[in-house]
Each structure stands twice: as structure tokens, then as C-alpha cells.
């Protein structure tokens, strides 16, 4: 089922919630409560639950541990998910150090990189030499990769992991990259992100 990216992104928020609302001892929810929680329409809530079949009761609401396994099932979430990292430079490396993956169920098992100085077999999350990726990725069965390499390299990058049977990349190198059709790619510019942010706050400060 091909879905649009901006329901997943909020069934990604309403889980969010959901756990939220669990930890202070909710056991069901309404599509309000969801609304409220995620910044949209109650029946934008319904609608998006009832594209996966998923459907509440008016009065008694959504059972917060179902409609969690629901969730957890559609998002992948129902089985741990390994990834590798290509790039050991600072977000490549920042990313293998972070821990918050692992409850989300997410497992970076491996980093790649083509400098013999950042090569570390005996890491907590190992870093390889760029070469060997093919075949780690074959064997281990990885279908997704974080691409955090400079723009010259970020190409020959995708098109290695992606010739080893990746499926899916986010990237952080800032440019478009061509992916062949069995590869989805997201990407994350943080420059855009950080212009975008500064020229809304000078906007407001402007308006003030």
C-alpha cells in the first residue's frame, strides 16, 4: 500500500502521543484527545486510521495498547530494525553514538567509510572499511542506510549500497541524488531547515 508521507508522519506523532498518554496511566483515547496531542482535526485522525482499517468506538474510544500494536505493526516497528551508517565524519559518527534509536525498535549496526583513520573494528557499533559494505550488507540483510558522506561522494555512495540491495536511504548530503527505482531516498538538509527557521523568527520578530 503506496501512502502519502504526511499520513505516516502523523501516525509516527500519534504513537508518540499514544506512549505519552500510557505513561500517565491512560488506557483509552478519543480522536480529540489524538487532535489535540498532534496539532490536527479530529476527523483528520479518523481518516488516516481508517486508511489502515483501523476504526474506535464513538463512545468507549481507542484502546491505547491495541491501537498502539496497530501502529507499531504499520510503521515496522513490530520487529527490530538494523541500519547501517556510510560516513564516519561528525553526523555519521553522532548518529552511531546516539542511543534513543533502540527503543524506537531501530539498531545501527555498522558505519562504512573509505578513511583508514576512521576504521574501528572494535567499536560498540563497528566502523568498516567502505568495500566490505556490499557484502555485510548481503549477509546481514540491511535494508536501510543513512547517508552521511561529503556531496562529491554521496552518488558513487547510493549507487553501492543500493547495487547490495538497500531500499531505503536517508541522506544528509545536500543535493538530489538519482536512486533507481527499488531505492526510496529522504533527504535531511539542515542548512535549508536552519535558513528556513531563521527567516520565520526574523518574520515574527519583525511583527512584534
Known amino acids: 500500500m503506496i ?4 499520513c505516516i508522519i502523523r501516525l509516527s506523532r500519534y504513537k508518540n502521543a499514544l506512549y505519552r498518554l500510557q ?10 484527545n489524538l487532535a489535540d496531542a498532534v496539532g490536527v482535526t479530529a476527523s483528520q485522525v479518523r481518516k488516516d486510521f481508517s486508511i489502515f482499517g483501523i ?15 496497530k501502529l507499531n505493526n504499520i510503521l515496522g516497528k513490530d ?16 548518529l ?3 542511543r534513543g534509536f533502540e527503543k524506537e525498535g531501530i539498531k545501527i549496526i555498522a558505519g562504512f567509510d573509505i578513511d583508514p583513520a576512521k576504521i574501528n573494528r572494535s567499536n560498540p557499533v563497528p566502523i568498516l572499511p567502505l568495500e566490505e559494505a556490499r557484502i555485510f550488507i548481503k549477509t546481514n540483510g540491511i535494508r536501510i542506510a543513512i547517508l552521511a558522506v561529503p556531496d562529491i561522494a554521496a552518488q558513487q555512495a547510493l549507487d553501492l ?3 547490495a540491495g538497500i531500499k531505503g ?15 526510496i ?14 527567516y520565520f523568527v526574523n518574520v515574527a520578530e519583525k511583527t512584534e
Open 79 to 94: 520487529r527490530l530494525q538494523k541500519v547501517i551508517v556510510v560516513g564516519g565524519g561528525h553526523i555519521g559518527s553522532a
Open 169 to 183: 536511504v536517508l541522506n544528509f548530503a545536500p543535493l538530489r541524488l538519482k536512486a533507481p527505482e527499488s531505492c
Open 161 to 163: 549500497i543500493c547495487a
Open 3 to 6: 501512502t502519502n508521507k504526511n
Open 96 to 98: 552511531m553514538r546516539y
Open 55 to 69: 476504526s474506535g468506538n464513538k463512545k468507549g474510544g481507542y484502546q491505547i495498547d491495541l491501537l498502539l500494536e
Open 23 to 32: 505513561a500517565l496511566g491512560f488506557v483509552k483515547v478519543f480522536s480529540d
Open 185 to 198: 531516498v529522504n533527504y535531511v538538509n539542515l542548512e535549508i531547515e536552519l535558513e528556513n527557521l531563521i
